[in-house]
């Protein structure tokens, strides 16, 4: 099946996800989330979900705030698509790391630790909260911890964190149907015949059906 | 299809355990047959009409539909109650050696897995039937190909499968119109095509059970059910039902306008409006019952409602359990006649479990960057695969290991999920913000994944038996799971890493991650393709194998195992194909001794 590599990597998550999780000394302040109960092995599926219908959201006020303006700086509104949290994103972050399964819990910590980092390094170098800069401070703060092969090695976790937010933000942004239409998904929609590529293009690529 | 009551009538001619591709193509051909059949599904009734969720978007979804344990699929995925893992329904490891476990996939649903499958439907070839023969590893199968080709032929015929015949070497022709006709690829498929063609690896359309078009309802019925007019009447009306895909919506989803094969959807509604077959849910087998005449008298099951044990009675007893679930049935029925377990005089059963080798690579592909949009959605993939191209280079000894592989691959414009575009960062350099979004319309429907799909040979080291303590919480022992992979295995995988980084290369793409050397490193844990078969093989011998070619035990002569656990190889063609004309066959031969009155 096409997305058995996707569960694959799930199921081999463990591994991959190691250095995410060599963050010992920001852990340790992170209070246990309570066990909670996830959906089950046979949830309605043909009902609409909001976050917090099925396990309670967890982030406080000030979280939200640092996360909302973060996902934003990542993926703004740039006039042929919304901003990440107008469709939703900060919930889907909120619904995240609060979920009760494996994934997510090692998330937690990571987003969290990483949240409370950026008003920290927010309040150093400029004295306000990050939700608070303006766009150039915010992009001096992200410019630094953007890239993680870059990263000086003070912001490695600072970037790793980053990559993680950015790849949350990124998946929950362009699993929405407002954003299909700016990166061009016009699936989803019945159709009496499947035709395939047009020609036209076919040829431009210089590929087709009498290839050999 | 209305499923009738729990309560269990009287007078069955044959209890068919499990309701999958086994259960339900054994059912179907009973039932059609005029035999009076019960059958026992573990899970709960499923409705796919009722319960697919065919448009819902990941944003409608918890987590925006992302696998957890509990959907290890997706949330969308149409498995219920089922996974890797089944609450309250445990199983063990002999070791706690990665390399040693096997991750059994299960689900309790009406229909089983077929609810959820890749629809890949191959047939084995000539090779595929005599491997030791062919290369003195593994069994023969006590069948050869020119047996099962007539079952193949109606498999698709009634299901629906589409493809071509391509007369490529063990990778037969279906006879002329049992396949509909391919959809149409999608450009990355095309590219792959002509760049794997340069490597000399076939790319030809792919074998889906998914209707391209509607089903032959006028020339088919007489063709599957020759002098059966009843039988005829009834699938003609159910090919008419089900609608032609609608080219939208994943098939893991389930169907609910009966487009693709799931036995809910096209097994069971024929066989349940013959008045032949009466199918009750909720019904765990913990065991066959044995009379003192040495024949089977029924089943043992507990009704999961009430918790209350019962007992029905037939004069033939088939398990389709899936293949492990059938051992496990089989080992759990211990009588003084069968102290190690029903129909294991040969000591077999539990015995060479076998799994797909899996392993798998994706690349991004810079001559897929922004295209102009399209729709990609498609049967929802594999117009395309590559067959196994390397029989010739491993009769001379070669490649190192003794059995082939086939290719499936993927790329194009899906629907994106909450995994989309992750890892973005190793091609932008970083970027966020308004780059980001430049980046992402960029990249979006580049990348290519490849999947080898390969075959292992049975072997001593994977098998599973009772442990002697764990219950499950219906107080059924458990199974306990032995694995080990053998060179043949790893090398493959090896091989497969390296193919498709070649392919990628080709393309003028980039690998995403690491080609993966070490085989043993490369290959998916044992039951991580979910292709597991063995168990209870069929051969020409009582003294070696537990079944005959008729699925029919050696050791008792009215119980049947019409699933996957009687497979004495896995050739890397996806197994429920072979199931399903497996059981097609087995049932004609029940039906046709119970007519002799010789069971």
Redesign the interface.
């Known amino acids: 099946m096409t997305d058995r590599r996707t569960t694959i990597k799930w199921m081999l998550g463990a591994a991959a996800s190691m250095p995410l999780l060599n963050y010992r000394a920001w852990t340790q302040e992170v209070t246990a989330w309570p066990a909670v109960r996830g959906y089950g092995g046979d949830p309605d599926l043909t009902k609409l979900y909001h976050p917090g219908d099925v396990w309670p959201l967890t982030l406080s006020a000030a979280q939200w705030r640092t996360a909302k303006a973060l996902c934003n700086v990542i993926l703004p509104d740039d006039g042929r698509s919304p901003s990440a949290d107008s469709v939703g994103v900060v919930d889907f972050i909120d619904e995240w790391v609060s979920a009760p399964y494996p994934h997510q819990l090692q998330d937690r910590p990571v987003v969290l630790e990483g949240l409370a980092w950026m008003d920290a390094e927010a309040l150093l170098r400029f004295e306000k909260y990050f939700a608070e800069l303006d766009e150039s401070q915010q992009h001096a703060i992200c410019d630094d911890i953007c890239y993680e092969p870059n990263a000086k090695s003070k912001f490695a976790r600072a970037a790793a964190f980053f990559a993680r937010y950015r790849d949350l933000t990124v998946g929950a942004f362009y699993s929405t149907p407002a954003a299909w239409k700016d990166i061009g998904y016009i699936g989803n929609v019945p159709l009496t015949k499947f035709e395939g590529p047009p020609a036209e293009l076919l040829q431009k690529l210089g590929l087709g059906p009498n290839d050999k | 299809m209305s499923i009738p009551s729990r309560a269990v009538g009287k007078n069955y001619d044959v209890i068919v355990v499990g309701s999958g591709a086994a259960g339900g193509q054994t059912a179907y051909t009973l039932s059609m047959e005029g035999v009076k059949v019960l059958m026992l599904e573990a899970g709960?009734k499923y409705v796919p009409e009722?319960?697919?969720?065919m448009?819902?978007?990941?944003?409608?979804?918890?987590?925006?539909?992302?696998?957890?344990?509990?959907?290890?699929?997706?949330?969308?995925d149409a498995t219920?109650?089922?996974?890797?893992s089944?609450?309250g329904e445990p199983y063990v490891q002999s070791t706690s050696d990665p390399h040693g476990r096997f991750?059994w996939w299960r689900s309790?649903m009406l229909g089983g897995r077929t609810n959820h499958?890749?629809r890949i439907s191959l047939r084995n070839g000539p090779y595929d039937f005599k491997p030791h023969t062919r290369d003195g590893l593994g069994f023969d199968w006590p069948i050869s190909y020119a047996d099962m080709e007539p079952y193949y032929d109606k498999v698709e015929r009634l299901i629906g499968v589409y493809g071509t015949s391509e007369g490529l070497e063990n990778t037969p022709n279906s006879a002329p119109g049992c396949l509909l006709p391919p959809?149409?690829?999608?450009?990355s498929d095309?590219?792959v095509?002509?760049r794997a063609?340069r490597l000399g690896i076939p790319i030809v359309a792919g074998h889906r059970a998914v209707l391209t078009q509607q089903l032959d309802f006028k020339r088919s019925p007489a063709l599957l059910h020759p002098g059966n007019l009843k039988a005829q009447k009834i699938i003609a009306a159910h090919m008419q039902q089900r609608a032609a895909?609608?080219?939208?919506?994943?098939c893991?989803?389930g169907c609910s306008i009966r487009a693709n094969y799931q036995s809910t959807t096209v097994h069971l509604p024929p066989a349940v409006a013959t008045g032949n077959l009466d199918i009750v849910c909720d019904a765990m087998v913990s065991q066959v019952v044995l009379g003192r005449n040495g024949l089977a008298k029924g089943v043992k099951y507990v009704d999961k409602i009430s918790g209350a044990e019962h007992q029905a009675s037939a004069r033939v007893v088939v398990l389709a359990a899936s293949a492990c679930e059938t051992a496990r049935i089989l080992l759990n029925s211990k009588s003084t006649l069968f102290p190690n377990g029903l129909a294991n005089s040969s000591g077999k059963v539990g015995r060479y479990i076998m799994d797909t080798v899996?392993s798998?690579l994706?690349g991004q592909i810079p001559?897929l960057e922004s295209?102009?949009?399209?729709?990609?959605?498609?049967?929802?993939?594999?117009a395309f695969y590559a067959p196994w191209w390397g029989y010739q280079d491993q009769k001379n000894g070669k490649l190192g290991f003794a059995r082939g592989y086939h290719i499936e691959f993927?790329g194009g414009?899906?629907?994106?999920?909450?995994?989309?575009?992750?890892?973005?960062?190793r091609f932008t350099?970083?970027?966020?913000?308004?780059k980001?979004?430049e980046d992402?319309?960029r990249y979006?429907?580049s990348f290519v994944?490849f999947?080898g799909r390969g075959e292992m040979i049975p072997n001593e080291n994977s098998y599973c038996e009772i442990d002697p303590q764990m219950k499950d919480k219906w107080g059924i022992p458990v199974l306990r799971f032995h694995w080990k992979w053998s060179e043949h295995e790893t090398r493959q995988a090896a091989h497969m890493q390296k193919t498709f980084a070649d392919i990628v290369q080709a393309m003028g793409g980039r690998v995403m991650g690491k080609v993966v050397s070490d085989g043993a490193e490369a290959i998916?844990?044992g039951g991580?393709?979910i292709h597991e078969v063995g168990g209870a093989i069929m051969g020409a011998d009582r003294r070696t194998s537990v079944t005959n070619e008729w699925c029919q035990t050696w050791d008792v002569k009215n119980l049947f195992l019409t699933d996957g656990a009687v497979f004495a190889s896995n050739a890397d063609k996806n197994p429920t194909l072979t199931i399903m004309a497996l059981a097609w066959r087995s049932a004609d031969h029940i039906a046709d001794r119970m007519r002799r009155k010789e069971l």
């Not at chain 2, 448009?55 to 969308?76: H, I, M, N, V, W």
């Not at chain 2, 219920?80 to 890797?84: A, H, I, R, S, T």
């Not at chain 2, 350099?429 to 308004?434: K, L, M, Q, R």
Request: charged letters at 20%; hydrophobic letters at 30%; one cysteine or more.
């Open positions: 709960r009722q319960e697919t969720p448009f819902q978007t990941p944003d409608q979804a918890p987590l925006r539909g992302a696998s957890t344990p509990e959907k290890a699929f997706g949330f969308y219920v109650e089922g996974g890797w089944v609450p991750a309790r499958w890749g959809p149409a690829p999608l450009v095309y590219l095509q002509q063609r895909c609608i080219w939208a919506t994943d893991g989803r899996g798998s994706s001559l295209l102009p949009p399209q729709n990609e959605d498609g049967a929802s993939g594999h993927g414009r899906r629907m994106p999920g909450a995994g989309t575009l992750h890892g973005l960062e350099g970083g970027s966020y913000g308004t980001l979004k992402a319309r979006y429907g994944g999947d998916a844990p991580f393709i």
